[in-house]
């Protein structure tokens, strides 16, 4: 197949570039390069050369028209993708990931096209928090967001709004009722929708996959806004002690960029994916100061991290995933977090990361998003 990949020459979108390569298809990437991803502008080395690269945004609609041309599916990958960012650069955020999409959409229900099947990335932020269980009762219930009041005092588990117990977490499933804490996370919300509606209406197999936290090679070490595990890695190669917000036992579902481009090959290749939105994770969890310390293992490098007891607005405490509907068309991850964190670790050993975070940190301090 000949297929396209909007963002496909960012983080996920390159990983999943290689494992089509590997399974014979022809791949096209549709990218931006933004400089905050791609600080020269340029192809990114770690692009394969076999990946023909278009240059473009996803809101104009004759460059993205003219990728179309000829593809048999879509993975629908580019996006502003800075959470914290997105709490200030609304209007940035929502003209790329909703008109985006939107434009992406229009263009197959006017032109004529080849396209068989579209992927679309989403993200477990749709959810807010998890799932949880109620101790006493041992209820399933969807953790509200912690009030600014209860994260002030540090008190940091969530409490059941009826008993004040701490609840427990539990795996979240694709049902859970999506509670979108940041302008990302409602875009998010909005590029499922938009396209499984399409979908449904124009008879075209739409996948919506909600990726839990993605880390691995290639994830920028000086984009701010990139997940935890790059920033501390980032941090340790600069011999400085990680961050870590709260109390650090707030947890998190890592999954490997491998494994989430093999489970994109997956959804590409079964039927009865269409129409459907799967979580994708491994189903398990690690507390973030376990995550950090696992970092320090892999790295050699022992710096104690500082757990400093701030928190950042919107912030949930524990979120991983249920994984059941996935697995049942065939998919489980390959690569355990030890074995996933050493190849990030090598990859960024020839990484030069820049000053830019603790910028970012005291650009969201001031705006009061990190308190
Ligand atoms: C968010 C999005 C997710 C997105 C990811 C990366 C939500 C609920 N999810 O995930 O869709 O894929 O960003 O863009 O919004 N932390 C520290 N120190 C740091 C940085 C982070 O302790 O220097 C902690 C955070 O407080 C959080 C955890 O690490 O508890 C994970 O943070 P992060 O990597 O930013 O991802 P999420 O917020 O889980």
């Given at each position: 197949m000949k297929i396209l990949i909007t963002g496909g020459a960012g983080f996920i979108g390159s990983h999943l570039a290689d494992r089509l390569l590997i399974e014979g298809h022809e791949v096209l990437a549709f990218d931006n390069l933004d400089p905050q991803v791609h600080p020269t502008g340029m192809r990114p080395a770690y692009l394969d050369s076999r990946v023909a690269l278009l240059a473009g945004d996803v809101r104009d609609r004759r460059a993205l028209a003219a990728a179309i041309d000829g593809i048999d599916a879509v993975f629908h990958f580019a996006a502003n993708v800075g959470v914290g960012q997105s709490q200030y650069q609304i209007a940035r955020y929502s003209s790329t990931n909703v008109l985006g999409t939107a434009n992406l959409l229009d263009i197959l229900a006017n032109e004529k096209h080849g396209v068989r099947k579209l992927v679309v990335a989403s993200s477990m932020s749709v959810y807010g928090e998890g799932l949880y269980r109620r101790p006493s009762d041992g209820a399933v219930v969807a953790g509200g967001i912690r009030s600014e009041e209860q994260l002030a005092r540090h008190d940091w588990e969530l409490r059941d709004a009826a008993t004040g117990e701490v609840l427990i977490p539990i795996p979240t499933?694709?049902?859970?009722?999506?509670?979108?804490?940041?302008?990302?996370?409602?875009?998010?919300?909005?590029?499922?929708?938009?396209?499984?509606?399409?979908?449904?209406?124009?008879?075209?197999?739409?996948?919506?996959?909600?990726?839990?936290?993605?880390y691995g090679a290639r994830q920028s070490l000086n984009n701010p806004y990139t997940g935890v595990a790059a920033i501390f890695m980032g941090r340790l190669?600069?011999?400085?002690?990680?961050?870590?917000?709260?109390?650090?036992?707030?947890?998190?579902?890592?999954?490997?960029?491998?494994?989430?481009?093999?489970?994109?090959?997956?959804?590409?290749?079964?039927?009865?994916?269409?129409?459907?939105?799967?979580?994708?994770?491994?189903?398990?969890?690690?507390?973030?100061?376990?995550?950090?310390?696992?970092?320090?293992?892999?790295?050699?490098?022992?710096?104690?991290?500082?757990?400093?007891?701030?928190?950042?607005?919107?912030?949930?405490?524990?979120?991983?995933?249920?994984?059941?509907?996935?697995?049942?068309?065939?998919?489980?991850?390959?690569?355990?977090?030890?074995?996933?964190?050493?190849?990030l670790w090598n990859w960024s050993a020839a990484q030069e990361v820049a000053e830019v975070l603790p910028a970012a940190h005291e650009e969201l301090k001031g705006r009061r998003l990190v308190i």
């Open positions: 499933t694709e049902e859970k009722l999506l509670r979108c804490e940041s302008v990302y996370a409602l875009n998010k919300r909005d590029q499922e929708e938009y396209c499984l509606l399409f979908g449904r209406t124009w008879g075209i197999p739409v996948v919506a996959l909600r990726f839990f936290n993605a190669k600069q011999g400085l002690p990680p961050l870590i917000y709260e109390d650090g036992m707030q947890s998190r579902d890592f999954v490997d960029v491998r494994d989430v481009a093999a489970a994109c090959s997956l959804v590409l290749r079964d039927d009865r994916a269409g129409g459907r939105v799967f979580n994708v994770g491994t189903g398990g969890q690690i507390s973030i100061l376990a995550l950090c310390k696992l970092l320090g293992t892999v790295s050699g490098i022992s710096i104690e991290p500082e757990v400093t007891g701030q928190y950042r607005k919107g912030d949930i405490r524990h979120c991983f995933a249920d994984c059941s509907a996935i697995e049942s068309l065939g998919f489980s991850t390959s690569i355990t977090l030890a074995a996933g964190l050493a190849d």
